[in-house]
Nanobody
Framework: QVQVAESGGGLAQPGGSLRLSCAAS????????MAWYRQGPGKPRELVAR???????YYADSVKGRFTISRDSAKNTVYLQMNSLKPEDTAVYYC???????????????WGQGTQVTVSS
């Protein structure tokens, strides 16, 4: 069993900051990558940022220069530091992990339940 749990959402003012955390736990052999997605009201889910086991990162154009993804590999935890927040960043943010549970298993995708981020004055 693998669990993925986010924390750190909430309300922020435009221009403010929030930090999201996501921890993967359970039967984990190795993690290939972890990522943050978001889904705003009436919008499809979109990839926000991703970090691989090698430390490579990807950011959506809409968050480049404002958001930073980082990880603590020892804790199977990934963070999303969100600065200069805008109202259009309002969304439910989901953590995603692509990992293997055993040496011989295929990689599988796991999702957290999501955490609400609201940017409003």
């Amino acid at each position: 069993q693998v669990q993925v749990a986010e924390s750190g959402g909430g309300l922020a003012q435009p221009g403010g900051s929030l930090r999201l955390s996501c921890a993967a736990s359970g039967s984990i052999f190795s993690i290939n990558a972890m990522a943050w997605y978001r889904q705003g009201p009436g919008k499809p889910r979109e990839l926000v940022a991703r970090i691989t086991s090698g430390g490579g990162t990807y950011y959506a154009d809409s968050v480049k220069g404002r958001f930073t993804i980082s990880r603590d590999s020892a804790k199977n935890t990934v963070y999303l530091q969100m600065n200069s927040l805008k109202p259009e960043d309002t969304a439910v943010y989901y953590c995603h992990a692509n990992l293997r549970t055993t040496y011989s298993s295929m990689s599988s995708d796991y999702w957290g339940q999501g955490t609400q981020v609201t940017v409003s004055s």
